[in-house]
Nanobody
Framework: QVQLVESGGGLVQPGGSLRLSCAAS????????MAWYRQAPGKQRELVAT???????NYADSVKGRFSISRDNDKKMASLQMNSLKPEDTAVYYC????????WGQGTQVTVSS
């Protein structure tokens, strides 16, 4: 049974930081490309950041220089460090694992507000 479990969301003031984590089970983690997506109310789900199985990263223009994605294959975890958060970063953030098939986590809420 494949599970992706996100954690680390919450309420933070503008300019603050959060670190999201995604714990994977039921997959051979090192084979999978990992990604973080987000979906704000009334908007489509959008890609935030990706990290390939061999560690290459890519970011949406809106988060470049502020967010950093990483992975730990031994711990079967992917993380998203989010700095200089803005109100427009408010969304439900989802972890995604892809290797010929997509798996999704249940999402974690991030709210940036004063």
């Amino acid at each position: 049974q494949v599970q992706l479990v996100e954690s680390g969301g919450g309420l933070v003031q503008p300019g603050g930081s959060l670190r999201l984590s995604c714990a994977a089970s039921g997959i051979i983690f090192r084979f999978y490309d990992m990604a973080w997506y987000r979906q704000a109310p009334g908007k489509q789900r959008e890609l935030v950041a990706t990290i390939t199985s061999d560690g290459r990263t890519n970011y949406a223009d809106s988060v470049k220089g502020r967010f950093s994605i990483s992975r730990d294959n031994d711990k079967k975890m992917a993380s998203l460090q989010m700095n200089s958060l803005k109100p427009e970063d408010t969304a439900v953030y989802y972890c995604n694992a892809n290797f010929h098939i997509d798996y999704w986590g249940q999402g974690t809420q991030v709210t940036v507000s004063s």
